[in-house]
């Protein structure tokens, strides 16, 4: 396994407990706020239990990104996944945050790593 692969799951573990996940599967809309975030979503593969941080972002309205984003097509196009949503209100500095989180993890959609060979590192 790649060290990305093991600093994002190592992440998700952590963040588990103090980011927040409501239910947001099937596009959910009402358990979503209008407040300035970071965000990421999670491929989870309902068949092996595993789950990847495929996608991180940031915005100033979570509620209107979350409608408009496309990334749930992406994840429901990968084989028996579902996708999660985690997300902590920010206040300010959330794009610096999202970008410090992004060049660590190197999520796979976000467009700077999308064609990146899962083999390599």
């Known amino acids: 396994m790649a060290n990305n692969d093991l600093l994002r799951k190592r992440w998700l573990s952590f963040v588990q ?7 947001t599967y ?4 009402k358990d979503v706020g209008n407040f300035p975030a970071v965000y990421f979503f999670v491929a989870l593969n309902w068949k092996t239990k595993e789950a990847d941080i495929i996608y991180v972002g940031s915005t100033s309205n979570l509620l209107s990104r979350y409608k408009s984003h496309s990334i749930h097509k992406k994840i429901e196009s990968l084989k028996d996944s579902l996708a999660a949503l985690y997300f902590l ?3 300010k500095g959330y794009f610096d945050y999202e970008k410090k989180l992004i060049i660590k993890l ?3 959609f976000n467009r700077q790593f999308a064609y990146r060979n899962k083999n390599a590192e």
């Open 106 to 108: 190197k999520p796979l």
């Open 26 to 29: 099937n596009r959910n809309y």
């Open 89 to 91: 209100p920010m206040d």
């Open 17 to 23: 407990d103090k980011w927040y996940c409501k239910n």
